[in-house]
């Protein structure tokens, strides 16, 4: 089956303290893996893809095909890193997504 | 830069009403992809479009029919109307599907009451 799975709904860190935010996934294929955030009432917007390996506002995630993991990190989190993140898998060739159930991250000062 | 554009941004039906679902995607880009956020939910894929023809089907109502035109753009066609219908309908535009990047639009919150 093909599924993502973010444990935690919500995420509460101090200004400054590091941050991660958990994704597992459960595909049967080679794994194509993304993480989406989406500021109040904003878009969803792209912030990382696995296979580009980009560092994107000082967040990183490396995919661990043992784990099966794709765990998106932050060294020092800032409050404008308020927001909702979503995990996605793209599933096969035609481009559709996966989501997983997202995270709320709260960054306090 | 031009974005993927949704209308209406939002809508109210009564149940049983049948509703209409636009989305205009980013200039050039030839796919598109409908999906559907419930309250407290994570997004759900409905259906793709690829150069106008239907690509892939997700969990999409029977009730429910899209189609992509000439131009690109793509409309959902929601019929006999549930309160379990009421979500944030997101569509998103990419050019071709492999190693490319999906775009989002605003979203259509659809409420039936």
């Known amino acids: 089956a093909q599924r993502v799975t973010q444990p935690e709904k919500l995420l509460s860190v101090f200004k400054g303290a590091p941050v991660e935010l958990k994704c597992n996934y459960s595909y049967s294929g080679s794994p194509e893996l993304f993480w989406y955030v989406q500021y109040s009432r904003q878009r969803l917007q792209l912030l990382l893809r696995?296979?580009s390996r980009e560092s994107i506002k000082g967040f990183t995630a490396d995919l661990n095909k043992g784990e099966t993991s794709f765990h998106l990190k932050k060294p020092f989190a800032q409050e404008e890193d308020s927001a909702m993140y979503y995990c996605?898998?793209?599933?096969?060739?035609?481009?559709?997504?996966?989501f997983g159930q997202g995270t709320t991250l709260q960054v306090k000062p | 830069a031009a974005g993927v554009i949704q209308s209406p941004r939002h809508l109210i039906k009564e149940k049983r009403e049948t509703a209409t679902l636009k989305c205009y995607p980013i200039?050039?880009?030839?796919?598109v992809y409908w999906y559907q956020q419930g309250p407290g939910q994570d997004p759900q894929f409905l259906i793709s479009?690829?150069?106008?023809?239907?690509?892939d089907k997700g969990s999409i109502p029977d009730r429910f029919s899209a189609q992509q035109f000439s131009d690109y753009h793509s409309e959902l066609n929601m019929s006999s109307l549930e309160l379990g219908d009421s979500a944030l309908y997101f569509c998103a535009s990419s050019f071709g599907t492999e190693n490319t990047e999906a775009f989002f639009g605003q979203g259509t919150r659809l409420t039936v009451v």
């Open positions: 696995h296979i």
């Open positions: 479009f690829y150069e106008k023809m239907q690509s």
């Open positions: 996605a898998l793209k599933a096969g060739n035609t481009g559709k997504l996966i």
């Open positions: 200039p050039r880009h030839d796919t």
